[in-house]
């Protein structure tokens, strides 16, 4: 049995954690970004690194909604909704990424080449903080039925009484 304050203290610190994340993958971005900007000069480029690196954590919304009917700002960036069990995270997949990169060979475009790129650093970054090496894979993720317990081992959950 946790208390009250227990629950405070891990729901911030998820949420610090969070947000740290969301922080550096922004950094990170724009810094892709301005080394895309020097060699094309291509705003458009310089638009989809950001956006692929950023905005790739919206699949967050899909897990989030597939729990919880209200949106809660709190509850949302503190990730406490996954204590509910399913991670699907539809665009965090390198399958994805992969047909991304061969489309992009393929059309011969710089555009669909660089949202392959900026999504796979993106993933990258988050697949280095993950104890399970294969969570990012779609197919490993079905294999596993996104049983949050199984894809993210390393997690800390709280106990059933005190979730949301
Ligand atoms: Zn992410």
Request: charged letters at 20%.
């Given at each position: 049995m946790i208390t009250?304050?227990?629950r405070s203290a891990f729901i911030r610190r998820r949420t610090v954690k969070n947000l740290l994340d969301i922080a550096a993958h922004v950094c990170i971005a724009l810094a892709l970004s301005f080394l895309v900007w020097k060699r094309s000069g291509s705003l458009a480029h310089v638009l989809i690194v950001i956006c692929a690196g950023v905005l790739i954590d919206v699949d967050h919304f899909v897990d989030y909604l597939s729990?919880?009917?209200r949106f809660d700002l709190t509850l949302f960036f503190s990730t406490t909704y996954i204590e509910k069990g399913k991670v699907?995270?539809?665009?965090?997949?390198?399958e994805l990424?992969?047909?991304?990169?061969?489309?992009?060979?393929w059309l011969h475009s710089a555009g669909v080449f660089l949202?392959?790129?900026s999504?796979?650093?993106?993933?990258?970054?988050?697949?280095?903080?993950?104890?399970q090496p294969f969570v990012y894979f779609f197919i490993f993720r079905l294999i596993n039925k996104f049983d949050v317990r199984k894809l993210f081992p390393d997690a800390e959950f709280l106990p059933e009484e005190s979730r949301p």
């Amino acid at each position: 049995m946790i208390t009250s304050k227990d629950r405070s203290a891990f729901i911030r610190r998820r949420t610090v954690k969070n947000l740290l994340d969301i922080a550096a993958h922004v950094c990170i971005a724009l810094a892709l970004s301005f080394l895309v900007w020097k060699r094309s000069g291509s705003l458009a480029h310089v638009l989809i690194v950001i956006c692929a690196g950023v905005l790739i954590d919206v699949d967050h919304f899909v897990d989030y909604l597939s729990v919880q009917r209200r949106f809660d700002l709190t509850l949302f960036f503190s990730t406490t909704y996954i204590e509910k069990g399913k991670v699907y995270l539809f665009l965090h997949s390198w399958e994805l990424i992969a047909l991304l990169f061969l489309l992009g060979f393929w059309l011969h475009s710089a555009g669909v080449f660089l949202c392959a790129f900026s999504l796979a650093v993106h993933v990258a970054v988050d697949n280095l903080q993950r104890r399970q090496p294969f969570v990012y894979f779609f197919i490993f993720r079905l294999i596993n039925k996104f049983d949050v317990r199984k894809l993210f081992p390393d997690a800390e959950f709280l106990p059933e009484e005190s979730r949301p």
